[in-house]
């Protein structure tokens, strides 16, 4: 058999569900985290969040922009120019404007667009700042 690698960690910054139920959807989490040993990472008022995976009710802060009611996606990008060739590619191809490039309240440095992609998904583009990574991805080799 071939060796494979993987790399994990370098294409998805995070996932945003926005939900009808926070209890009922923080209950389930929790429990199904609990069983895969990931640490519920905080909550606040109409959100919580487990490593990458943040839930939210409709009226959360962290839900912002035109609620699609359908998923919220970012991709990492290296630097702010990334992040602008984004957001005007996607206008280019048929995305609908939801968030022009800029920082954003989250931390500092945090710099994103957002785009509704054809199907009303929330896709975001992030660059973090100068913020250093311990590495570039994690590296899965079997």
């Given at each position: 058999m071939e060796t494979q690698e993987l790399h994990r960690g370098r294409l998805i910054d995070h996932i945003q569900l926005v939900v009808k139920d926070l209890p009922a959807a923080?209950?389930?989490?929790?429990?199904?985290?609990?069983?895969?040993?990931?640490?519920?990472?905080?909550?606040?008022?109409?959100?919580?969040?487990?490593?990458?995976?943040f839930v939210s009710t409709p009226e959360s802060d962290a839900a912002q922009g035109v609620l699609t009611g359908r998923h919220h996606l970012a991709f990492q990008a290296r630097d702010e120019t990334m992040v602008d060739?984004?957001?005007?590619?996607?206008?280019?191809?048929?995305?609908?404007?939801?968030?022009?490039p800029g920082e954003r309240p989250y931390h500092p440095g945090y710099y994103a667009a957002f785009v509704l992609?054809?199907?009303?998904?929330?896709?975001?583009?992030?660059?973090?700042?100068?913020?250093?990574?311990?590495?570039?991805?994690?590296?899965?080799?079997f």
């Open positions: 923080q209950k389930f989490y929790t429990a199904v985290f609990k069983e895969l040993d990931i640490p519920l990472g905080g909550s606040g008022d109409g959100y919580f969040w487990a490593d990458e995976l060739a984004f957001y005007q590619a996607a206008l280019a191809n048929g995305g609908k404007d939801n968030g022009k992609d054809p199907d009303g998904n929330n896709i975001e583009a992030v660059y973090h700042g100068m913020a250093k990574r311990s590495a570039p991805s994690v590296t899965i080799v």
